[in-house]
C-alpha cells in the first residue's frame, strides 16, 4: 500500500447511508466528496441509469413496490436485497445474478465511464462507499497506460450481499474496509483474500469523538448522557468502577438531570415518516411536561419535513418547537449532516431503523430499533442484538411515553449505551486516514485502539 496526501472519495446519493460514510472523510478528499450518479458529476446517457436506480431504491425503502422502469435495473435491486445464511458455513464464491446484472450494466451500459476519467485526472487512491463504483473501476481498463490507482471499498453494514465483491475476487484490486468482525467473515466466504480485508471500523464523525488517542469529546457526552439515562443510579450500581476508569471522572454525582433526549432519525428516503404522528401522541404530555426532549431528524427532502411539520400541528406541539422538540432538516445535504451531528452530541437515545447508523452506538448511543427494512437491515439488528447495544421497543408507538420511561428507570437504555462504546469500533475515520497517508495498517483487538 502506498502513501498519499489525498484520496478520491466516492460515493452516491441513495438515501443518506453511503454518504454518511463518506462525510467524516472530508479532510482527505482531493476535490470534495464526489456524489457520482448526480446530475452534476455524471453525463448523458449514464445519468439516466442511476436516476432509474434512484427511483427504484426510494419507492422499495418505502413502500416495497417497485416501478416498472426496466427488468434490468429491478432485476439488479431484488437481486442485491437477498443475503444468503452465513451458518452453515459455505463457500460462497460464486457470482450470483446480482453481480451479473452489475456487470453487464458496466460493460454494456457504460456505467461509471465518465468516473474512471475523472479518477484518472489525479493519481490519488480512491475510497467508494458503495459497490458498483469500486466494482466498475475494477472492471473497466484503464483511459490511460500506466500503474493503477488503489481502490477500497467501505461496506456500510453488518452483513451484505456477493454483489459488494466482483466476480472474480481473487485477481480483484479492491481492498475491503471493514466496520465489524461479522463483515470480515462474509467477505472470507465471498472469495476475498484475507491480506485485502482491512478491519477499520465504520468511520464515524470527528467531530463527536476528539482526539483519537483521547477521545475527549467522545467521553464526556458519554458520561454526562448516562447519568441522563440512570436516574435510579441502577447501571451505576453495577458498572460505577468501570465507567470512571475508562472515561477518566473520580466520582459519580448524586444529581440528575430530570429530562432526558431522544433522537428519532427518519430513513433518507422517506421512510417510517408516518411513526412519527403516533411518537409525537405518545409523547406529547411527557414533552410539555419537560420530562423529555424529542429532536426529528428529517433529512433532505422537503415533503418529509413538510409531512413532519404537519404532524406536529396535528398534535398539538407547534408550541415546542425549539424547546422540548427540535427539528433536524436542511437541502442542502453538508449542512444536513453538520446540524445531525451536532444535535447528536445532546442525544441520549437514538431511534431509527437499523441501517448504518447502527454503527453510531460506537458513540455511546443507544439505538433504539425501529421496524428494519431490507435484509441489511435485519441482519444490522442482529448485530446490535449481538453486542447488546440495541433495544427493541416495548409497546406499541402510541405507548411510548410509557415505555421508553420505563427502559430509563430499568436501566437498561444505559446498558446499551455502555455495550456499543466498549463494543462498536468507533476510530474508522483516524484508520483510514492514517492508511491512506503513511501506507500502513495496523488493526488492533480493541474497539478503542488505534
Not at 182 to 199: N, S
Not at 388 to 416: I, K, M, Q, T, Y
Amino acid at each position: 500500500m502506498r502513501a498519499h496526501d489525498k484520496a478520491w472519495v466516492v460515493t452516491v446519493l441513495m438515501g443518506l447511508g453511503h454518504l454518511r460514510a463518506a462525510y467524516p472523510l472530508r479532510d482527505l478528499t482531493h476535490e470534495g466528496v464526489v456524489i457520482y450518479g448526480s446530475r452534476r458529476t455524471t453525463p448523458d446517457p449514464e445519468y439516466g441509469i442511476w436516476r432509474r436506480l434512484r427511483r427504484i431504491y426510494y419507492a422499495s425503502s418505502k413502500a416495497g413496490a417497485i416501478p416498472v422502469i426496466g427488468k434490468a435495473l429491478v432485476g439488479l435491486l431484488l437481486a442485491v436485497q437477498r443475503i444468503r445464511p452465513y451458518y452453515p458455513k459455505t463457500d460462497q464464491s460464486r457470482p450470483n445474478l446480482a453481480v451479473k446484472f452489475l456487470k453487464r450494466l458496466v460493460q454494456k451500459r457504460g456505467l461509471c465511464r465518465s468516473l474512471r476519467d475523472k479518477l484518472a485526472t489525479a493519481p490519488y487512491p480512491a475510497i467508494h462507499t458503495f459497490y458498483a463504483t469500486a466494482v466498475a473501476m475494477d472492471t473497466l481498463e484503464p483511459p490511460v497506460p500506466g500503474p493503477q490507482q488503489d481502490q477500497y471499498l467501505l461496506i456500510c453494514d453488518a452483513d451484505f450481499n456477493r454483489v459488494w465483491v466482483p466476480e472474480d475476487p481473487k485477481t480483484s484490486r479492491i481492498r475491503y474496509l471493514a466496520p465489524c468482525t461479522q463483515v470480515r467473515r462474509r467477505l472470507l466466504a465471498y472469495g476475498v483474500p484475507d491480506e485485502a480485508i482491512l478491519m477499520t471500523g465504520f468511520p464515524l464523525p470527528k467531530e463527536n469523538i476528539g482526539s483519537e488517542t483521547g477521545l475527549e469529546v467522545l467521553k464526556a457526552d458519554l458520561f454526562e448522557r448516562l447519568l441522563r439515562l440512570d436516574p435510579a443510579g441502577k447501571f451505576f450500581s453495577y458498572h460505577e468502577r468501570s465507567v470512571l476508569g475508562w472515561l477518566g471522572y473520580d466520582s459519580v454525582p448524586a444529581d440528575r438531570a430530570r429530562h432526558f433526549t431522544v433522537m428519532f432519525a427518519i430513513g433518507g428516503a422517506g421512510a417510517q415518516t408516518e411513526m412519527v404522528k403516533k411518537i409525537l401522541a405518545g409523547l406529547g404530555d411527557r414533552i410539555r411536561k419537560e420530562e423529555v426532549r424529542l429532536t426529528l431528524s428529517c433529512g433532505i427532502q422537503k415533503k418529509v419535513f413538510e409531512h413532519v411539520l404537519g404532524y406536529i400541528s396535528e398534535t398539538g406541539l407547534r408550541g415546542e418547537i425549539d424547546r422540548g422538540l427540535q427539528i433536524v432538516y436542511d437541502q442542502d445535504v453538508y449542512a444536513y449532516l453538520d446540524r445531525f451531528n451536532a444535535h447528536l452530541r445532546r442525544t441520549d437515545v437514538l431511534w431509527t431503523k437499523p441501517s448504518e447508523l447502527a454503527f453510531y452506538c460506537g458513540l455511546g448511543l443507544p439505538i433504539l430499533m425501529a421496524d428494519p427494512i431490507g435484509a441489511h437491515e435485519e441482519l444490522n439488528k442482529r448485530w446490535l442484538r449481538e453486542i447488546h447495544a440495541g433495544v427493541s421497543p416495548a409497546g406499541p408507538l402510541e405507548a411510548c411515553g410509557e415505555w421508553l420511561f420505563d427502559l430509563r428507570e430499568n436501566g437498561r437504555l444505559a446498558e446499551a449505551a455502555w455495550d456499543g462504546f466498549l463494543k462498536a469500533r468507533k476510530l474508522g475515520a483516524y484508520k483510514i486516514e492514517r492508511l491512506i497517508r503513511t501506507g500502513e495498517f495496523k488493526e488492533g483487538a480493541s474497539p478503542l485502539e488505534l
